[in-house]
């Protein structure tokens, strides 16, 4: 008897932002498959009956190749099993998940997603930064930092003037905000790099187009981060002792972005 696969989008890294419905397929999976972004500190307690296998991969060091985590669902699938792959975030965003949904239908195995919180809008969020705000941003755009953009995607993000998030963005800052200064974004537009979002060590840099580089060196930032640029990251609230201050900002950035 064939077993049968869902793709469960794991959130942003801490059980807490698991949905129901993921941390029901857990509960009732033969074998999980996980990704290292993933929240796999207490898989053993969320999937008390399945063999737990680790397909992590390393930014430079892939573990396995994407080529293999999918026969190794296929094959665990075509063995009678109820697969979960377990990815970071959302399956359906910068993660591969129609690639690994496309290879359970070339093998005729049953396939359903479940989608998860991703890190571009959970980890800002993290930090205090709203990636909207009436009056300041009314758009935001997701972009990866794996590829270089090309001069016409840099132009149309520069010219779009919402929120720019980066997700896999830590080995790029330096020529994507180039290209975006480049491009006519202004150098003094507020940047946030937020690591290790909802993980012990959460940390916030920020800066500007123009000096966040430099920050980020002096600070040895490192992946996994998000990156924000926007007038948003001027909203960042992370307490309540700010409060004056922060609604003061917020009235004044709304006047000036009408
Ligand atoms: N599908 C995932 C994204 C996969 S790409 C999602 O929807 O979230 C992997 C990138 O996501 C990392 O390089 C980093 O930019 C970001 N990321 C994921 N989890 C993160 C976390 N806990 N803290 C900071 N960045 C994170």
Redesign the pocket.
Do not use: H, Y
């Given at each position: 008897m064939t077993g049968r696969v869902t793709l469960v989008g794991g959130g942003?890294?801490t059980d807490d932002l698991l949905t129901v419905a993921a941390v029901r397929a857990l509960a009732a999976a033969d074998v999980v498959l996980y990704d290292r972004?993933a929240p796999h500190a207490r898989l053993a307690e969320h999937a008390p009956n399945a063999e737990l296998i680790d397909v992590g991969k390393r930014p430079g060091h892939h573990a396995i190749p994407q080529s293999e985590i999918e026969a190794l669902i296929v094959g665990h699938a075509e063995a009678g099993a109820r697969v979960v792959r377990l990815?970071?975030?959302?399956?359906y965003?910068?993660?591969r998940g129609s690639e690994e949904v496309l290879a359970c239908h070339r093998a005729g195995i049953p396939v359903e997603v479940v989608p998860g919180v991703?890190?571009?809008v959970a980890?800002p969020a993290a930090a205090g930064i709203p990636l909207t705000h009436r009056g300041v941003s009314h758009l935001f755009t997701v972009v990866s930092g794996h590829a270089p953009l090309t001069e016409a995607e840099l132009t149309h993000l520069a010219g779009l003037g919402g929120t720019i998030v980066v997700?896999?963005?830590v080995s790029a800052l330096p020529s994507l905000t180039a290209g975006l200064a480049r491009a006519g974004l202004d150098a003094e537009m507020p940047v946030a790099i937020?690591?290790?979002?909802?993980?012990a060590g959460q940390r916030t840099t920020t800066g500007t187009l123009s000096d966040i580089v430099g920050a980020a060196g002096r600070a040895q930032v490192a992946?996994?981060?998000?990156v924000v640029i926007g007038e948003v990251v001027r909203l960042a609230h992370d307490g309540e002792a700010d409060s004056l201050a922060l609604i003061d900002r917020a009235a004044r950035l709304a006047a000036v972005f009408p």
């Open positions: 942003p890294g972004l990815k970071g975030g959302d399956p965003v910068l993660g991703t890190s571009a980890v997700l896999m963005g937020i690591e290790r979002g909802f993980q992946s996994p981060a998000v």
